[in-house]
């Protein structure tokens, strides 16, 4: 492969970001207002954080569909225990949705089932426990303590706030794990070929309980902010977020085979599916439509993955046999 195509692909990718910024931009003035931007980075980050650590699954061949209940249990965990201060009720329940998320990497990679399956479960799971953590009521901040929220949106140069801080800090700590470190290159390995990668004498179990763990601690601080910042936690919030996440992470060049992509490509994702749903919502679409519109475009992503794999592969069918040699 041409070396330098991995870079093409993101400056494809990258253009059609700004073409969509751009087409949005032109209708929409507060788009290109400071204001403008830093209300779409503050709404890019749950998606964002969690895609990041989906995106490490898929990078290992694997796919977390549980990342929406892990992000409602650490939302209602975090407002539950909200009397510790702000910064140790999201810790703590960052931590503990690495944990299950851990947890989940080493029962898929030890007993060899499918993440998929699994994971189906642990969404359910996961949902129940939130129900009960929460009595199935929503569960808020008490009223004392609601100024402590203020500190997730203050501005810092502008467009920036905590909140969005945490978005960049994410990417780029990612970014360095997946690019630096041997986790991050036996993440990779797994996902371009398991069998391949055990025959080399790389580990299958470590790299798949470190994309879990990941993709659980990612989950967990996305709700547990999210709910901080409006000051309560539904057990059933956070439901579609897969759908945004996985769409992020389909847009930015994740490959659904595994292996192949990186987290710029990523962030190059969120960003286009960002400008636009707020550009569709800003427009004045209902929400379904949005979630409608982002369901397309995520089907639109797939195929474009799909069909040439699928046409590539009936070429190879189709192509006649050699002739067998003359004695």
């Not at 089907?299 to 192509?319: F, H, K, M, W």
């Amino acid at each position: 492969m041409n070396q330098h195509a991995p870079w093409l692909d993101l400056g494809i990718r990258a253009g059609f970001m700004v073409a969509v910024y751009c087409i949005f931009a032109a209708q929409i003035p507060t788009y290109y207002s400071l204001n403008g931007i830093a209300a779409l980075l503050d709404g890019a980050v749950l998606t964002g954080v969690i895609a990041a650590g989906i995106g490490t699954t898929m990078l290992a061949g694997e796919f977390d569909l549980s990342v929406g209940s892990m992000a409602a249990v650490a939302g209602v965990v975090t407002i539950k225990i909200f009397g510790l201060g702000v910064l140790p009720a999201i810790a703590a329940a960052t931590v503990i949705a690495g944990v299950l998320g851990a947890l989940q990497g080493l029962l898929i990679g030890s007993l060899g089932i499918n993440s998929l399956v699994f994971t189906i479960g642990t969404l359910i799971a996961l949902r129940g426990i939130a129900l009960i953590l929460s009595g199935e009521n929503t569960v808020t901040v008490p009223i004392e303590q609601l100024s402590d929220i203020d500190v997730l949106t203050e501005r810092v140069l502008g467009v920036f706030s905590p909140l969005s801080g945490v978005l960049v800090a994410v990417f780029v700590t990612v970014g360095l794990l997946l690019r630096f470190t041997r986790f991050g290159r036996e993440i990779y390995a797994i996902g371009g070929g398991r069998n391949e990668a055990r025959a080399a004498g790389v580990p299958i179990l470590r790299p798949m309980i470190i994309a879990f763990a990941l993709s659980g601690t990612l989950a967990g601080l996305g709700g547990a902010l999210l709910s901080v910042r409006s000051g309560s936690a539904s057990p059933l919030a956070f439901d579609t977020v897969l759908l945004s996440a996985a769409t992020t992470c389909l847009i930015g060049g994740i490959a659904l085979q595994g292996g192949r992509g990186n987290i710029i490509g990523i962030a190059i994702g969120l960003f286009t599916l960002r400008f636009f749903v707020a550009g569709v919502a800003s427009l004045g679409a209902p929400y379904w439509l949005q979630n409608l519109a982002t369901g397309a475009l995520l089907i639109l992503v797939i195929a474009t993955q799909l069909v040439p794999a699928v046409l590539g592969g009936r070429r190879v069918r189709s192509r006649p046999s050699p002739a067998p040699a003359q004695p």
